[in-house]
């Protein structure tokens, strides 16, 4: 594929899967048994398989159907793109993001045209803007954003405007702006301001996913399988300022200072009894340490999910009891 504009500036790249899906698929099976339950085209009215070149799509349009034959549809598709035609440029902060879908990144084919991939890289950076070009593939046609992000360039498949669903229409209960007293809105705004953190995805991780190979793996092992908690049964919120109250003291709660958190999430330190010598601390009686080698697989893939271990799903039971007694120490 090529991109190219108005100006004849021309730069071919490839294409490339930005994204992947670690969901865990399975086969159906009849129970009781290894047998593959297989998806058939079935006439409803007959209950007799139909061949697949006797199928024709067939739209409804209330009364009848319009039939249309796969080779009709052929005929009007357009090709596969060569280029990517940018119709221009576009403000990132003005394409909001529910229009997003899905990513890919560009690379430049060959390395005579490295230098021009950098340039328009580095302009669209500078600039801060998006080129938006349309272009088919797989017989769509497809809106997009060519933008540039740490230091590659990036194509972002967009929705059409149509595609957008008016959220007045499709929610009946949004409530406008609720009318809250100044207190209320400081409160709110010291909760979000207490629980700010920096912005990590590594920090978060499909556990629904490790659980469930969790599970698969202590099936394989004949071992019982722990059930969830069940999910805490929500509760009426009677008085907000107590709720945004309670909210902002868990927030802000001191770990290692010592301190009472203020709604800020700051901790701070009283000036009685200064001066006063602290209590000595405490000694502590540390528990045996676990001896993971009596574990099944299952168990310890969970300790290492607990853990949030990198790589524990290409590990075997060995390299498991390994990797946590490494992160022991």
Do not use: C
Not at 146 to 157: A, I
Not at 170 to 182: N, Q, R, V, W
């Amino acid at each position: 594929m090529t991109i190219a504009s108005s100006e004849k500036v021309s730069l071919p790249v490839g294409l490339y899967t930005a994204t992947d899906s670690h969901t865990i698929h399975f086969h159906q099976l009849q129970r009781s048994t290894s047998d593959r339950i297989r998806n058939r085209r079935v006439n409803e009215r007959t209950g007799k398989e139909v061949e697949l070149d006797d199928i024709v799509k067939g739209f409804d349009t209330g009364d009848e159907y319009v039939l249309v034959e796969p080779k009709e549809l052929d005929e009007i598709a357009p090709g596969r793109s060569r280029s990517l035609e940018i119709e221009g440029f576009v403000d990132l902060a003005d394409v909001d993001p529910i229009f997003f879908d899905k990513t890919y990144y560009l690379g430049p084919r060959g390395e005579e045209y490295s230098k021009v991939y950098s340039l328009l890289e580095q302009a669209l950076a500078k600039a801060g803007r998006v080129g938006i070009a349309t272009f088919v593939m797989r017989q769509h046609e497809y809106l997009v954003a060519l933008k540039s992000e740490n230091g590659l360039l990036t194509l972002h498949t967009l929705h059409w405007a149509d595609e957008i669903r008016d959220p007045k229409k499709e929610i009946d209960t949004l409530p406008g702006k609720a009318k809250a007293s100044e207190e209320e809105l400081t409160m709110a705004e010291q909760l979000i301001g207490a629980m700010s953190m920096d912005w990590d995805p590594e920090q978060f991780h499909d556990t629904f996913q490790e659980k469930v190979a969790a599970l698969i793996e202590a099936k394989k092992a004949g071992e019982r399988v722990e059930k969830a908690e069940p999910a805490a049964e929500p509760t009426s919120v009677v008085d907000l300022m107590e709720a945004l109250r309670a909210s902002i003291e868990r927030a802000g709660s001191p770990k290692d200072t010592g301190g009472k958190a203020t709604a800020s999430g700051h901790a701070s330190t009283s000036s009685k009894g200064a001066g006063r010598k602290p209590p000595a601390k405490k000694r502590i009686r540390s528990a045996p340490e676990e001896d993971l080698t009596g574990l099944t697989k299952a168990d310890l893939y969970k300790k290492a999910a607990a853990a949030n271990l990198p790589g524990r799903s290409h590990m075997s039971r060995d390299d498991l009891v390994k990797a946590l007694t490494s992160a022991r120490t």
